[in-house]
T-cell receptor
Framework: EAQVTQNPRYLITVTGKKLTVTCSQN?????MSWYRQDPGLGLRQIYYSMNVEVTDKGDVPEGYKVSRKEKRNFPLILESPSPNQTSLYFC?????????????FGPGTRLTVL | RKEVEQDPGPFNVPEGATVAFNCTYS??????FFWYRQDCRKEPKLLMSVYSSGNEDGRFTAQLNRASQYISLLIRDSKLSDSATYLCVVNSPTGFQKLVFGTGTRLLVSP
């Protein structure tokens, strides 16, 4: 089954404790991205990747890091989480590099930073 | 001004009703338009792309008005299962193309 998976699905952590949210897709997509969704603000792009070893900042990259060492994986790293990073996070992938193709989203990771 | 604006709703309609949502976008150079559906705090899923000539998929009709920079979604014969948030999505042709998501319009269909 074609899918995007994310782990963990739910996470409660404390300020400053490094964490990684994993994202993996099995559709051989080149384009992957991370979004956060907050009430009243919609989905905002954090980082995106056009291919292996090619990543760039989206609209709200501060406090986040990403890596793309393999085509299928695109982990999101929070080196020192803060309460304002409490949010619902979605990973997405698509087959076209220009992102205008259908975006396939993972099930989301609900993060709470205390 | 937001790049993509939607009425947050909620739109409360009875089963069988016809309901329409509009969405406005600010960048006249945008070329790609979509409607995504999102059930409560779940992942968004593509409902339909929006083409210049308008397009229909079963009970759903999408239209694009480039002159006024808005897109619309019409749902006929609403079902209980149509209850969801509908996200208007537009590509932003500023440098590397990316997608800009509206905050969504919530639809509640009641028996």
């Amino acid at each position: 089954e074609a899918q995007v998976t994310q782990n963990p699905r739910y996470l409660i952590t404390v300020t400053g404790k490094k964490l990684t949210v994993t994202c993996s897709q099995n559709m051989n997509h080149e384009y992957m991205s991370w979004y956060r969704q907050d009430p009243g603000l919609g989905l905002r792009q954090i980082y995106y990747s056009m291919n292996v070893e090619v990543t760039d900042k989206g609209d709200v990259p501060e406090g986040y890091k990403v890596s793309r060492k393999e085509k299928r994986n695109f982990p999101l790293i929070l080196e020192s989480p803060s309460p304002n990073q409490t949010s619902l996070y979605f990973c997405a992938s698509s087959s076209r590099q220009d992102s205008t193709d259908t975006q396939y989203f993972g099930p989301g990771t609900r993060l709470t930073v205390l | 001004r937001k790049e993509v604006e939607q009425d947050p709703g909620p739109f409360n309609v009875p089963e069988g009703a016809t309901v329409a949502f509009n969405c406005t976008y600010s960048n006249s150079a945008s070329q790609s338009f979509f409607w995504y559906r999102q059930d409560c705090r779940k992942e968004p899923k593509l409902l339909m792309s929006v083409y210049s000539s308008g397009n229909e998929d079963g009970r759903f009709t999408a239209q694009l008005n480039r002159a006024s920079q808005y897109i619309s979604l019409l749902i006929r014969d609403s079902k209980l299962s149509d209850s969801a948030t509908y996200l208007c999505v537009v590509n932003s042709p500023t440098g590397f193309q990316k997608l800009v998501f509206g905050t969504g319009t919530r639809l509640l269909v009641s028996p």
